[in-house]
Protein backbone atom coordinates (compact mmCIF):
# COMPACT_ATOMS: atom_id res chain seq x y z
CA UNK A 1 0.00 0.00 0.00
CA UNK A 2 1.35 3.25 -1.25
CA UNK A 3 1.24 6.90 0.81
CA UNK A 4 1.10 9.93 -0.95
CA UNK A 5 1.44 13.11 0.48
CA UNK A 6 -0.88 16.08 -0.41
CA UNK A 7 1.51 18.98 -1.41
CA UNK A 8 -1.20 21.48 -2.53
CA UNK A 9 -1.64 23.27 1.43
CA UNK A 10 2.12 23.42 1.26
CA UNK A 11 2.04 24.93 -1.92
CA UNK A 12 -0.36 27.58 -1.63
CA UNK A 13 1.48 28.85 1.77
CA UNK A 14 4.75 29.17 0.08
CA UNK A 15 2.34 31.16 -2.71
CA UNK A 16 0.76 33.03 0.04
CA UNK A 17 3.86 33.66 1.94
CA UNK A 18 5.80 35.13 -1.38
CA UNK A 19 3.23 36.78 -2.04
CA UNK A 20 3.10 38.58 1.06
CA UNK A 21 6.71 39.49 1.18
CA UNK A 22 6.39 40.91 -2.22
CA UNK A 23 3.30 43.18 -1.37
CA UNK A 24 5.83 44.47 1.73
CA UNK A 25 9.10 44.83 -0.14
CA UNK A 26 6.79 47.09 -2.95
CA UNK A 27 5.47 48.69 -0.05
CA UNK A 28 9.14 49.83 1.03
CA UNK A 29 9.95 50.62 -2.68
CA UNK A 30 7.34 53.05 -2.65
CA UNK A 31 8.14 54.73 0.64
CA UNK A 32 11.31 54.88 -0.52
CA UNK A 33 10.41 56.86 -3.02
CA UNK A 34 8.28 58.89 -1.19
CA UNK A 35 11.14 60.02 1.13
CA UNK A 36 13.82 60.38 -1.97
CA UNK A 37 10.79 62.71 -3.99
CA UNK A 38 10.79 64.92 -0.33
CA UNK A 39 14.24 65.17 0.32
CA UNK A 40 15.08 66.00 -2.95
CA UNK A 41 12.10 68.50 -3.20
CA UNK A 42 13.78 69.66 0.44
CA UNK A 43 17.23 70.18 -0.91
CA UNK A 44 15.47 71.76 -4.23
CA UNK A 45 13.97 74.93 -2.69
CA UNK A 46 16.85 77.21 -2.95
CA UNK A 47 17.57 76.78 -6.49
CA UNK A 48 14.06 76.95 -7.09
CA UNK A 49 13.82 80.17 -5.55
CA UNK A 50 16.74 81.29 -7.30
CA UNK A 51 15.18 80.55 -10.19
CA UNK A 52 11.74 81.87 -10.14
CA UNK A 53 12.88 85.02 -8.97
CA UNK A 54 15.21 85.81 -11.86
CA UNK A 55 11.62 85.91 -13.95
CA UNK A 56 10.18 88.29 -11.12
CA UNK A 57 10.60 92.01 -9.90
CA UNK A 58 11.84 93.12 -6.55
CA UNK A 59 8.87 94.54 -4.98
CA UNK A 60 6.86 91.22 -6.02
CA UNK A 61 9.89 88.64 -5.10
CA UNK A 62 10.17 90.40 -1.11
CA UNK A 63 5.90 90.51 -1.36
CA UNK A 64 5.78 86.75 -2.22
CA UNK A 65 9.13 85.92 0.04
CA UNK A 66 6.80 85.13 3.48
CA UNK A 67 3.94 82.85 1.30
CA UNK A 68 4.50 79.73 -0.82
CA UNK A 69 4.16 81.83 -3.96
CA UNK A 70 7.81 82.89 -3.64
CA UNK A 71 8.66 79.06 -5.40
CA UNK A 72 5.97 79.21 -7.93
CA UNK A 73 6.30 81.07 -11.62
CA UNK A 74 3.26 83.17 -10.63
CA UNK A 75 2.81 86.74 -11.09
CA UNK A 76 4.26 89.44 -13.57
CA UNK A 77 6.99 87.30 -15.27
CA UNK A 78 9.27 88.54 -17.48
CA UNK A 79 13.17 88.27 -18.66
CA UNK A 80 14.44 91.73 -18.03
CA UNK A 81 16.73 91.11 -15.24
CA UNK A 82 18.12 88.61 -17.65
CA UNK A 83 18.54 91.29 -20.02
CA UNK A 84 19.76 94.09 -17.92
CA UNK A 85 22.72 91.14 -16.88
CA UNK A 86 23.65 91.50 -20.16
CA UNK A 87 23.88 94.84 -20.62
CA UNK A 88 25.62 95.89 -17.34
CA UNK A 89 28.18 92.99 -17.49
CA UNK A 90 30.09 90.78 -20.12
CA UNK A 91 28.56 87.25 -18.46
CA UNK A 92 29.13 86.08 -21.52
CA UNK A 93 33.13 86.69 -21.10
CA UNK A 94 32.89 85.41 -17.91
CA UNK A 95 31.56 82.39 -18.62
CA UNK A 96 33.78 81.11 -21.67
CA UNK A 97 36.36 82.31 -19.65
CA UNK A 98 35.24 79.75 -17.03
CA UNK A 99 34.97 77.13 -19.32
CA UNK A 100 38.54 77.56 -20.82
CA UNK A 101 40.00 77.65 -17.23
CA UNK A 102 37.98 74.68 -16.16
CA UNK A 103 38.32 72.17 -19.29
CA UNK A 104 41.82 73.21 -18.98
CA UNK A 105 43.13 72.43 -15.91
CA UNK A 106 40.50 69.47 -15.75
CA UNK A 107 42.48 68.03 -18.76
CA UNK A 108 45.52 68.67 -18.24
CA UNK A 109 45.35 67.89 -14.20
CA UNK A 110 44.38 64.14 -15.77
CA UNK A 111 47.13 63.50 -17.88
CA UNK A 112 49.95 64.84 -15.39
CA UNK A 113 48.42 63.29 -12.24
CA UNK A 114 47.84 60.13 -13.48
CA UNK A 115 51.16 59.91 -15.31
CA UNK A 116 52.79 60.54 -11.64
CA UNK A 117 50.84 57.79 -10.14
CA UNK A 118 51.76 55.74 -12.69
CA UNK A 119 55.50 56.68 -11.62
CA UNK A 120 54.82 55.80 -8.13
CA UNK A 121 53.42 52.65 -8.96
CA UNK A 122 54.72 50.96 -12.22
CA UNK A 123 58.68 53.02 -12.06
CA UNK A 124 61.01 51.49 -9.64
CA UNK A 125 61.73 55.04 -8.32
CA UNK A 126 64.08 55.28 -4.71
CA UNK A 127 62.20 56.72 -2.14
CA UNK A 128 58.78 57.20 -4.11
CA UNK A 129 56.88 55.51 -0.62
CA UNK A 130 58.55 59.03 1.25
CA UNK A 131 57.55 60.84 -1.91
CA UNK A 132 54.26 59.95 -1.57
CA UNK A 133 53.87 60.51 1.87
CA UNK A 134 55.24 64.34 1.10
CA UNK A 135 52.36 64.84 -1.80
CA UNK A 136 49.99 63.22 0.62
CA UNK A 137 50.77 65.68 3.46
CA UNK A 138 49.90 68.78 0.84
CA UNK A 139 46.30 67.80 1.77
CA UNK A 140 46.91 68.94 5.47
CA UNK A 141 48.28 72.48 4.01
CA UNK A 142 45.14 74.87 3.32
CA UNK A 143 45.20 77.00 0.32
CA UNK A 144 44.98 80.37 2.14
CA UNK A 145 48.21 79.71 3.42
CA UNK A 146 50.32 79.45 0.48
CA UNK A 147 48.08 81.66 -1.50
CA UNK A 148 50.45 85.00 -1.09
CA UNK A 149 53.79 82.93 -2.02
CA UNK A 150 52.40 81.80 -4.46
CA UNK A 151 51.59 85.68 -5.70
CA UNK A 152 55.31 86.19 -5.11
CA UNK A 153 56.34 83.99 -7.29
CA UNK A 154 53.75 84.48 -10.41
CA UNK A 155 54.98 87.91 -10.64
CA UNK A 156 58.41 86.81 -11.11
CA UNK A 157 57.75 84.85 -14.21
CA UNK A 158 58.41 86.02 -17.42
CA UNK A 159 55.34 86.46 -19.58
CA UNK A 160 54.99 86.20 -23.32
CA UNK A 161 52.93 88.50 -26.02
CA UNK A 162 52.95 89.10 -29.81
CA UNK A 163 51.35 91.73 -31.15
CA UNK A 164 52.00 93.46 -34.72
CA UNK A 165 54.36 90.18 -35.22
CA UNK A 166 56.77 91.23 -32.46
CA UNK A 167 57.34 88.99 -29.63
CA UNK A 168 57.65 90.95 -25.86
CA UNK A 169 58.50 89.71 -22.68
CA UNK A 170 57.38 91.14 -19.51
CA UNK A 171 57.04 89.98 -16.43
CA UNK A 172 54.52 88.47 -14.00
CA UNK A 173 51.29 86.56 -14.84
CA UNK A 174 48.26 88.50 -13.48
CA UNK A 175 45.66 89.50 -15.77
CA UNK A 176 45.77 85.97 -17.81
CA UNK A 177 43.83 83.00 -17.87
CA UNK A 178 46.83 80.41 -17.63
CA UNK A 179 47.93 82.48 -14.06
CA UNK A 180 44.47 80.54 -13.16
CA UNK A 181 45.04 77.01 -14.66
CA UNK A 182 48.66 75.94 -14.02
CA UNK A 183 48.92 75.99 -10.20
CA UNK A 184 45.87 74.02 -10.09
CA UNK A 185 46.90 71.12 -12.69
CA UNK A 186 48.83 68.80 -9.67
CA UNK A 187 46.42 68.01 -7.48
CA UNK A 188 47.85 65.42 -4.40
CA UNK A 189 43.94 64.16 -4.03
CA UNK A 190 43.54 62.59 -7.54
CA UNK A 191 47.19 61.59 -7.50
CA UNK A 192 46.07 59.77 -4.57
CA UNK A 193 42.79 58.43 -6.12
CA UNK A 194 45.10 57.42 -9.71
CA UNK A 195 47.50 55.59 -7.24
CA UNK A 196 44.96 53.74 -5.33
CA UNK A 197 42.94 52.75 -8.04
CA UNK A 198 46.52 51.51 -10.34
CA UNK A 199 47.36 49.29 -7.31
CA UNK A 200 44.49 47.05 -8.27
CA UNK A 201 45.57 46.34 -12.18
CA UNK A 202 47.39 43.49 -12.08
CA UNK A 203 51.20 43.54 -13.12
CA UNK A 204 51.21 40.74 -14.85
CA UNK A 205 49.72 42.96 -17.71
CA UNK A 206 52.88 45.34 -17.36
CA UNK A 207 55.05 42.54 -18.08
CA UNK A 208 53.30 40.34 -20.96
CA UNK A 209 53.65 44.23 -22.74
CA UNK A 210 57.35 44.19 -21.60
CA UNK A 211 57.85 40.97 -23.47
CA UNK A 212 56.32 42.29 -26.02
CA UNK A 213 59.11 45.29 -26.42
CA UNK A 214 56.35 48.08 -25.31
CA UNK A 215 57.50 50.54 -23.54
CA UNK A 216 56.68 52.36 -20.10
CA UNK A 217 54.50 55.20 -22.08
CA UNK A 218 52.79 52.80 -24.33
CA UNK A 219 51.73 50.37 -21.00
CA UNK A 220 50.60 53.79 -19.35
CA UNK A 221 48.52 54.99 -22.68
CA UNK A 222 47.34 51.94 -24.16
CA UNK A 223 46.84 49.12 -20.84
CA UNK A 224 46.52 51.13 -17.73
CA UNK A 225 44.34 54.22 -18.82
CA UNK A 226 41.84 52.75 -20.76
CA UNK A 227 41.68 50.25 -17.60
CA UNK A 228 40.82 52.83 -15.31
CA UNK A 229 37.88 54.88 -16.89
CA UNK A 230 36.03 54.61 -12.98
CA UNK A 231 39.03 56.82 -11.77
CA UNK A 232 39.16 59.08 -14.26
CA UNK A 233 35.67 59.97 -14.48
CA UNK A 234 35.70 60.70 -10.40
CA UNK A 235 38.99 62.62 -10.83
CA UNK A 236 37.24 65.11 -13.61
CA UNK A 237 34.15 65.29 -11.20
CA UNK A 238 35.60 66.18 -8.32
CA UNK A 239 38.16 68.55 -9.61
CA UNK A 240 35.05 70.41 -12.18
CA UNK A 241 33.61 72.05 -9.66
CA UNK A 242 36.38 73.36 -7.38
CA UNK A 243 37.92 74.95 -10.92
CA UNK A 244 34.64 76.44 -12.14
CA UNK A 245 33.68 77.71 -8.47
CA UNK A 246 37.54 79.56 -8.00
CA UNK A 247 36.97 82.91 -6.04
CA UNK A 248 39.77 83.82 -4.19
CA UNK A 249 42.49 83.29 -6.42
CA UNK A 250 41.34 85.05 -9.19
CA UNK A 251 40.48 87.76 -6.83
CA UNK A 252 44.36 88.24 -6.04
CA UNK A 253 45.53 87.58 -9.64
CA UNK A 254 42.55 89.56 -11.66
CA UNK A 255 41.52 92.82 -12.42
CA UNK A 256 40.92 93.39 -15.98
CA UNK A 257 37.03 92.73 -17.60
CA UNK A 258 38.57 90.25 -19.95
CA UNK A 259 40.10 87.12 -17.95
CA UNK A 260 36.98 87.10 -15.09
CA UNK A 261 35.70 84.14 -13.95
CA UNK A 262 32.06 83.81 -13.48
CA UNK A 263 32.38 83.73 -9.92
CA UNK A 264 34.30 87.03 -9.74
CA UNK A 265 31.81 88.25 -11.87
CA UNK A 266 29.07 87.52 -9.18
CA UNK A 267 30.84 90.13 -6.64
CA UNK A 268 31.56 92.38 -9.69
CA UNK A 269 27.89 93.01 -10.91
CA UNK A 270 26.93 92.81 -7.09
CA UNK A 271 28.71 95.99 -7.61
CA UNK A 272 26.45 97.39 -10.32
CA UNK A 273 23.10 96.30 -8.81
CA UNK A 274 21.08 96.21 -5.34
CA UNK A 275 18.35 94.34 -7.68
CA UNK A 276 17.99 90.99 -6.12
CA UNK A 277 15.99 89.95 -9.12
CA UNK A 278 18.97 90.81 -11.42
CA UNK A 279 21.57 88.99 -9.28
CA UNK A 280 19.11 85.84 -8.98
CA UNK A 281 19.34 85.87 -12.91
CA UNK A 282 22.96 85.77 -13.04
CA UNK A 283 23.08 83.44 -10.48
CA UNK A 284 21.06 80.91 -12.21
CA UNK A 285 22.91 81.70 -15.25
CA UNK A 286 25.97 80.06 -14.06
CA UNK A 287 24.20 77.61 -11.98
CA UNK A 288 21.18 76.10 -14.46
CA UNK A 289 24.21 74.68 -17.13
CA UNK A 290 25.93 73.04 -14.11
CA UNK A 291 22.52 71.27 -12.97
CA UNK A 292 21.67 70.44 -16.31
CA UNK A 293 24.83 68.37 -17.06
CA UNK A 294 24.69 66.55 -13.76
CA UNK A 295 20.93 65.63 -14.40
CA UNK A 296 22.04 64.06 -17.92
CA UNK A 297 25.02 62.71 -16.56
CA UNK A 298 24.01 61.82 -12.93
CA UNK A 299 24.24 57.98 -13.83
CA UNK A 300 27.50 57.80 -15.09
CA UNK A 301 28.66 60.16 -11.96
CA UNK A 302 27.47 57.80 -9.34
CA UNK A 303 28.87 54.87 -10.88
CA UNK A 304 32.25 56.09 -11.22
CA UNK A 305 32.44 57.62 -8.05
CA UNK A 306 31.14 53.82 -6.52
CA UNK A 307 33.42 52.06 -8.62
CA UNK A 308 36.84 54.18 -8.01
CA UNK A 309 35.45 53.31 -4.05
CA UNK A 310 35.29 49.75 -4.58
CA UNK A 311 38.27 49.44 -5.98
CA UNK A 312 40.27 52.00 -4.25
Known sequence: MTQTTDTSGSTRSWGH????????????SVFGW????????????????????????????????????????????????YSQVFLKVPVVTFMVNSVIITVFSVALGVVVN?????????????????????????????????AIPLLWWINQLPKFSISNFTLFISKGWTNTLYVQIIPFIASAFSIYLYTQYFETIPKE????????????????????MPLSGPATATVVILSFLPMWNQYVWPLMVVQSEGTRPVMVGVQYFQQMTTSWGQIM?????????????????????????ASSGIKG
Open 34 to 81: IVRILFAAFFAFPLIFMVVSSFKPDDEIMADISSFKAFLPVGQLSLDN
Open 114 to 146: SMAAFALTRLKVRGKAIIFGFILATLMVPFETY
Open 17 to 28: HFGVRRQRSQHL
Open 281 to 305: AYSSLITVPIIIVFVLFQKQFVNSI
Open 205 to 224: LDEAARVDGAGWFHIYSRIV
